[in-house]
């Protein structure tokens, strides 16, 4: 089975300052790699995903991270943070069938003024 | 496109009353999940569905049902609502085939309690 830990449960940082969010997994087989973002009161969006290819992966709203395969990591990074950064993001990891999906318990984003 | 909607918005339920949890896509997507959010717990998979008529268990099923007669539905039964199941239920979908992105698409939610 796989499973995903999220090492930082709220992370304050300060507008256009760098930021990295922290997601470990444990899995015996391959599998792929996802961060979502959640507004309030919303459902969760996709940000980015690794499938294969390239360790370096690049999402929406100027996020990437970067797949480690060796430290079982998939940290999410961005240069410069914006007030609308505020959120929960979760990390993911999936079957290499994609029929299931196993969530962290999340990580609370606040950008402070 | 609406994508995935979910019916209602808000429940409150007395403990043992039974309801259904509506969910519905228009993207003709074969998968279809349901998950629970509970506040530090992240999301749990209660039911997916590969297809219509196929359903199969996630991580926490205990206390429901699914059914999938039609590729755009997929409804959530609670039959003996117990206030454990007081939660976020999240429904979601992502489509099969050529490119595969395991990208999912989420509803806005359904806030149940159970008191």
């Known amino acids: 089975a796989q499973s995903v830990t999220q090492l930082d449960s709220q992370v304050p940082v300060f507008e256009e300052a760098p930021v990295e969010l922290r997601c470990n997994y444990s899995?015996?087989?391959?599998?792929?790699l996802f961060w979502y973002v959640q507004y309030p009161n919303q459902g969760l969006q996709l940000l980015l995903k690794?499938?294969?290819?390239?360790?370096l992966v690049k999402g929406i709203n100027g996020f990437e991270a970067e797949f480690n395969k060796s430290q079982t990591s998939f940290h999410l990074r961005k240069p410069s943070v914006h007030i609308s950064d505020t959120a929960e993001y979760f990390c993911a990891v999936s079957d290499p069938y994609g029929n299931q999906f196993y969530f962290g318990t999340g990580t609370s984003l606040t950008v402070i003024p | 496109n609406a994508g995935v909607t979910q019916t209602p918005k808000f429940r409150i339920l007395k403990i043992g009353q039974s309801m259904t949890l509506q969910c519905t896509q228009d993207m003709n997507h074969n998968y279809m999940y349901w998950y629970r959010q509970d506040p530090g717990m992240g999301l749990k998979l209660i039911y997916y569905s590969v297809g219509a008529g196929i359903t199969d268990k996630g991580e926490v099923p205990n206390g429901y049902n699914v059914s999938r007669s039609t590729t755009e539905d997929f409804p959530l039964r609670l039959e003996l609502a117990a206030p454990s199941q007081t939660s976020v239920y999240f429904c979601a979908s992502r489509p099969r085939g050529q490119g595969r992105s395991y990208e999912q698409y989420f509803g806005p939610g359904t806030r149940l309690t159970v008191t």
């Open positions: 690794y499938l294969s290819g390239s360790t």
């Open positions: 899995s015996s087989v391959s599998v792929y």
